[in-house]
């Protein structure tokens, strides 16, 4: 981002204005973020929203907002600092559109190489995004619900080193709830610091997770056992035929079978 650009934009923020190429370079940044970034953004997805509706509210077509924020530059996307200031002002709708305001010009786009390298280049996953997700949520419970310490960086990697194969965060975080009589009169115990009682408490939940697991299957398969009754007992009950009792009879001379409706 040259200077040029970035004092625009600081005097943008400054003054309440909003542009057309504000707009874009915002959406820009928060349209690499959610679908490249291996870091976790919980709020991207709704500040790109709020931007977005402004832009349309602003006259910026759904077209050229989709080719803008795919062709325009790394090196130009905004701070975080500045996306939220500018989401603020839409959510507030404080603002004053000059569409102008950061001339075309300043603007830099991505050559043709990077376009093509772009077009190769696949979203994450979903489930990176999930197992973010739930271990945000599941960090945000031991800190409300369990431990009575927000969780250091070393704490957070020792939670992390439970999950497995077999053992995803939401299912960590079922252990926790289900142990947390067990963590919380454990926690009586003497130790020499927070990283000694959190590792105490993750043993607790390690011992758990066995059970919670089983539990987990167990409901699985009942529900799946439950849904498959359901829909056979649909298939095969079928009110507007229904004929009432019938009795199957055998004629001992000619060797038949014939039905025979009960009235």
């Known amino acids: 981002m040259n200077k040029s650009l970035r004092e625009k934009i600081d005097e943008s923020i400054q003054g309440n204005i909003l542009s057309k190429n504000l707009l874009l370079l915002c959406l820009a940044r928060l349209n690499e973020k ?4 291996k870091l976790r953004y919980p709020n991207a997805e709704n500040l790109r929203n709020i931007i977005a509706r402004t832009a ?3 006259n910026i077509s759904k077209k050229v907002i989709a080719q803008e924020i795919r062709s325009i530059s790394k090196s130009d996307h905004p701070t975080d600092k500045t996306i939220k200031s500018v ?16 001339p075309d010009k300043w603007i830099h786009h991505k050559t043709t190489t990077e376009m093509e390298n772009d077009a ?3 979203p994450i ?4 995004e999930q197992d973010q997700e739930e271990l945000h949520n599941l960090i945000a419970y031991i ?16 939670l992390k080193s439970l999950k497995s194969k077999e053992y995803s965060y939401s299912m960590i975080l079922k252990a926790f709830k289900q142990s947390k009589n067990d963590i919380y009169y454990g926690m009586k115990k003497g130790f020499k610091s927070n990283y000694h ?4 408490v993750l043993g607790i939940v390690r011992a758990a997770l066995p059970a919670v697991k089983h539990y987990i299957e167990q409901q699985k398969k009942c529900n799946e056992e439950l849904e498959q009754h359901l829909a056979e007992s649909y298939r095969f009950s079928s009110p507007a035929e229904y004929k009432g009792k019938q009795k199957i009879i055998k004629n001992r001379y000619l060797y038949l079978w014939y039905t025979e409706t009960k009235s």
């Open 34 to 37: 959610i679908l490249f970034s």
């Open 197 to 200: 009682m959190f590792a105490y």
């Open 125 to 128: 996953k979903k489930k990176v």
């Open 87 to 102: 989401s603020d002002l839409c959510a507030q709708n404080n603002y004053q559109y000059i569409e102008d305001f950061i």
């Open 120 to 122: 190769l280049r696949k």
């Open 56 to 58: 349309i509210t602003c």
């Open 143 to 158: 800190e409300k619900e369990a431990m009575p310490f927000p969780l250091t960086q070393r704490m957070v990697n020792a």
